[in-house]
C-alpha cells in the first residue's frame, strides 16, 4: 500500500460548461477510484475554484484583485467539490473538502490538527479534496499556488509519491513551445540550481503555477524521502501506470534518501519566519560543516520582531541564508546578549533559559 498526494491543476479541469470540464474530472476520478480500489491511500489537492467562480461571475480574465479573486473562489468552491462529489459516487467512492490556509501550516498546533484530519479521513477510506482557501486568504498567507500546497500535504501526511497534473509532459531542456525539438527530461536525480533554471517561471490565465512552481514543490517533497512525478494530465491513460511505477511519459524526481525528519520539516518549509539574525562566518561554518547550535556569541545583529519559539533565519553577513530554526530567546533579550559568551547571558538578562540561541535539534540547514 502506499499513500499518494495527487494534484490537479486548473489547467486540466477548466472548461467552458460551469467553468469545469466533468469529462476529464469524472476520467481522473475513475482513475484514482481505481487506485484506492487496490489498497492505496489517496489524497487530491484541486485547483479550480476561482476558475469555476470565474464562469459564474462572467469573467473572461482571471482576476487580479484581491476581492474579485475572493468572491470568485467563494461562487466556485461549491461547483468544484459538487464536480468532485458526482464524480466519485459513480465510482462508489466517498470525498472530503479540506480548505487550509497558509497559516494552518505555519502555526505548529494549527498543522497537527489538519494533518491528524487528514489521516483519519484516509483511515476511513475517503479521499481528501484539498485546496487553498482563498475566499479569507491574503497575499500575506497564501501559498501562491497549490504546488506549493500539494508539496506541503504530502509532507505532512508522509505521502510516499506525490503526482503533480500538468498540461504538458513534464520538465524539457528547452521551453517547447519555442521548439519542436525540445527534450523531455524523464528522470531527475537531484534538483539542482541548473534544474530550476531550466523550469522558468510562467503561468496561464486560470492557473497561478508554472514549471517553476512544480520544480520547486518537488524540491521541498523530495527533500522528504517523496518521490514526485509531473505527468500530463490532459492525457488519457497516464496517471495509473506512473502509480504502478510504469514510464509514462512523464517526469521522475528521485526522493532523497536521507529525508528531513517531520519536525525539521515542518520548520524548514511550513514554520513562517519571524526575523534574522545575522551570524558571523565563525558560526556559519560552525552549522554548516560541525553540525552545531547557534550561540550569543556568533550573532552579528537582530532584525525583526519575535518572541521565544518563532522561527527565525541565519543569515551570513553578506544576507544569504543560511538557515532557519526556533529561537529560544525573544528579539529584544537577543540584542541584549548577541555577540556575548554564554556565561554572561544570566547576568545580563537575569535569567538563561538554554546556551544556544537555536538548538541543533530545532535548526535546518537550507
Known sequence: ????????????????????????????????????????????????????????????????????????????????????????????????????????????????????TMMTLLSYGIIPVINENDTVAIDEIRFGDNDSLASLVAISIEADNLFILSDVDGLYADDPKKSQHAELISYVESITPEIEQLAGATGSIVGTGGMYSKVKAAKKAASHGIGVYIINGRKAGQLIPAVTGQHCGGTFFKPRKNRIPQRKGWIAYSSRAKGSLVIDDGAVKALRESGKSLLPSGIVSVDGSFETGDSVYCVTVHGKRIAKGLANYASEDLRKIQGKKTIEIEKILGYKYSDEVIHRDNLVII
Open 1 to 116: 500500500m502506499k499513500r499518494i498526494v495527487i494534484k490537479i491543476g486548473s489547467n486540466i479541469i477548466a472548461g467552458s460548461e460551469e467553468g469545469l470540464d466533468m469529462s476529464v474530472i469524472s476520467r481522473i476520478a475513475e482513475d484514482i477510484s481505481q487506485i484506492t480500489s487496490e489498497g492505496n491511500e489517496v489524497a487530491v489537492v484541486s485547483s479550480g475554484a476561482v476558475a469555476a467562480g470565474m464562469k459564474k461571475l462572467g469573467l473572461k480574465t482571471r482576476p487580479t484583485e484581491i476581492r474579485l479573486k475572493q468572491a470568485a473562489a467563494a461562487a466556485g468552491q461549491s461547483n468544484l467539490m459538487w464536480a468532485y462529489e458526482r464524480s466519485f459516487s459513480s465510482f462508489g467512492r466517498k470525498v472530503a473538502q479540506v480548505l487550509l490556509t497558509r497559516e494552518d501550516f505555519a502555526d505548529r498546533k494549527r498543522y497537527i490538527n489538519a494533518k491528524n
